[in-house]
């Protein structure tokens, strides 16, 4: 805290004097009543002659404040001290009046021009010398929150101003001093994305969801899952903007805003039929979707273009991913989906929706009890989908059902039974073949709803992923190679392409396939090594020999494999992919060399 004057800074003499002053500041020219000031100045511990100590600090100040005998800004009142001073006299005002000044929107560049100089007012932490002092707290944390909120609107205002490479800079720092602070994130994927870093964007998503799982617990909030979805999408309205109008001339009429379009890799049409889900759900009707396909086809991107859709469409959106280590979870699945939304309603809201028929459902999503009978939780449930739903029509997202447990799967059974007349747009995607847990109930849940299929790219969709991964239009040949590799699947593709353009090893589609293999139970690495080293001698008999699975065992795994779409059932065995068969080869061969090595080092 500093106090200037004409001729320079003022001496406001001992720690004491200065704190009766910062207590004064604080109130903003209104009366701090004298008990208040002596509670806050000893901290609930006053000496005997408090009082008289706070008149000398009192007179002290004035003599620094005002030479002139007659106080006119440390002012006596019946009931204790005010300080009269203008808001222009204080920077902390200052700094706030130009803040809610600046309206990027309205015009970036005099926006720009307030919040420079609003920020250049910080000399360092607001009223630091008072940091543990209760009194002082609450203003330090509120003058601290405004410049975070002004340091964010400056970076977004060059955003607007299409100064996203000057940008850059400043949103990594202050995402590493505020990983907290998601509008951070948002606006340094948005800078990366308007410079032709797409790939980088994306990364930085997913280092802020790691983040925000690792420290907090919590996915991403809305915002930031809308932007993941725009870039994934490419959004037309991400692009930099036209650079602003000089502001002499009048403002240019403003065209209207051509319609956003989600793009899918060729999957138009699949999002066609998601759009007609969404219009059952918007028009009362409800509806829903199944999105199957063989792993790495694209069904995760392709729902979250749905969600980018439905964001769009005004729809609310609930989303949940199923996990096999989950999978025993009772509702965790429901739980999954509806915590984030109850937690986001005023309390009054909440207890509406949590009362009466969705009582039993209630202990199991929201109180972490154990849920009592199944059918009043799978009626609760519908009921709490219901009234959510009353607001604003509501769209369900679960991914990798074949991994959702089975006390969701009954009540997401339940649901669609009586989807007809409720606001509510239900899809599903479905890795195929992937094994399950709960085989019948899934089988049961999934009949249930209309369904699409994801296979491989369209040459055209598979050309412009190329492109979109090495920056660069591409050789048509080489193009060719890499879709027969991988034979158009949209995952293979993209990381194939991209370990090549970077030279790299495909350390990313290894982990991909060694999971898939754990996902298909015992037995199915061991089948899938032997096809990768056996090669054009992979006959059935052979195969099975070197993965050592007996006669009774072995055709159930290769059936898992095939229904994968990791494998060609016949004579011999073969790869569905071939980069998918050199990785294993590759990871085969890396294990047999840590084998013998480690057998020849002495223990």
């Not at 795994?557 to 068969?581: A, N, T, W």
Request: with cysteine; glycine share 6%.
């Amino acid at each position: 805290m500093e106090v200037h004057r004409d001729e320079g800074q003022l001496d406001l003499g001992s720690p004491s004097s200065r704190a009766v002053l910062a207590r004064l500041l604080l109130s903003r020219g209104r009366v701090v009543p004298l008990d208040r000031l002596i509670e806050d100045l000893w901290e609930a511990e006053p000496p005997r002659q408090a009082l008289a100590s706070l008149r000398t600090f009192v007179c002290r100040l004035r003599r620094v404040l005002e030479p002139a005998d007659k106080p006119t800004v440390l002012l006596t009142e019946p009931r204790g001290y005010r300080l009269d001073a203008s808001a222009d006299q204080f920077d902390a005002d200052v700094f706030e009046r130009l803040v809610r000044q600046a309206d990027p929107q309205r015009d970036p560049a005099a926006a720009l021009e307030l919040l420079d100089p609003a920020l250049e007012l910080w000399r360092g932490p607001a009223y630091a010398e008072f940091a543990h002092s209760t009194w002082a707290q609450v203003e330090i944390a509120r003058l601290e929150e405004l410049k975070l909120a002004a340091v964010e609107r400056r970076l977004a205002t060059l955003l607007a101003l299409g100064r996203h490479a000057q940008a850059i800079p400043d949103l990594e720092a202050f995402t590493r001093t505020h990983p907290m602070r998601e509008e951070g994130w948002r606006l340094l994927a948005l800078a990366l994305y308007r410079s032709a870093r797409q790939g980088d964007a994306l990364s930085v998503l997913r280092r802020a969801r790691g983040h925000l799982a690792e420290e907090l617990g919590l996915d991403p909030g809305p915002a930031l899952r809308q932007m993941e979805a725009d870039i994934l999408a490419q959004v037309p309205g991400l692009g930099a903007p036209p650079l602003p109008p000089v502001r002499e001339q009048a403002a240019p009429v403003r065209e209207p805003a051509a319609p956003v379009r989600i793009r899918c890799l060729g999957r138009d049409h699949l999002l066609d039929s998601a759009s007609d889900v969404l219009g059952a759900a918007e028009s009362g009707d409800g509806g829903a979707l199944l999105v199957a396909g063989e792993p790495g086809t694209g069904r995760t991107q392709l729902l979250r273009s749905v969600e980018a859709l439905a964001r769009l469409r005004g729809l609310q959106v609930a989303w949940a991913t199923a996990c096999p280590l989950e999978s025993g979870y009772a509702f965790g699945i429901a739980r999954q989906l509806f915590e984030p939304m109850l937690a986001a309603l005023p309390e009054e809201e909440r207890a509406r929706v949590l009362e009466g028929v969705t009582l039993p459902a209630a202990d199991v999503i929201w109180r972490n009890r154990r849920g009592g009978d199944l059918a009043e939780v799978l009626h609760g449930l519908y009921w709490v989908t219901v009234r959510l739903a009353r607001r604003t029509p509501l769209l369900i997202v679960l991914d990798d059902v074949q991994w959702c447990d089975p006390e969701s799967l009954r009540w997401f059974a339940y649901t669609l039974r009586r989807l007809h007349g409720v606001p509510v747009a239900l899809v599903v995607s479905r890795a195929a073949g992937v094994p399950s847990d709960w085989p019948d109930t899934l089988e049961t849940t999934c009949s249930m709803m209309p369904s699409v299929r994801l296979g491989a790219l369209p040459q055209e969709a598979a050309s412009a992923l190329v492109t979109e991964q090495t920056g660069a239009e591409p050789d048509p040949a080489f193009v060719s190679r890499c879709i027969a590799e991988t034979r158009g699947n949209a995952f293979l593709l993209a990381e194939h392409v991209r370990t090549l353009d970077r030279g790299e090893r495909p350390e990313t589609i290894a982990r991909w396939v060694s999971g898939l293999l754990r996902a298909a139970g015992p037995g199915a690495a061991e089948l899938a090594r032997a096809v990768a080293v056996l090669g054009e001698q992979a006959t059935p008999d052979a195969v099975a020999g070197m993965a050592e699975l007996s006669c009774a065992r072995f055709p159930a795994v290769l059936s898992v494999l095939v229904q994968m779409g990791l494998l060609q059932d016949g004579s011999p065995l073969r790869f569905v992919h071939p980069v998918v068969q050199r990785t294993v080869l590759d990871e085969a061969l890396i294990a047999s060399q840590c084998a013998i090595y480690i057998g020849r080092t002495p223990f």
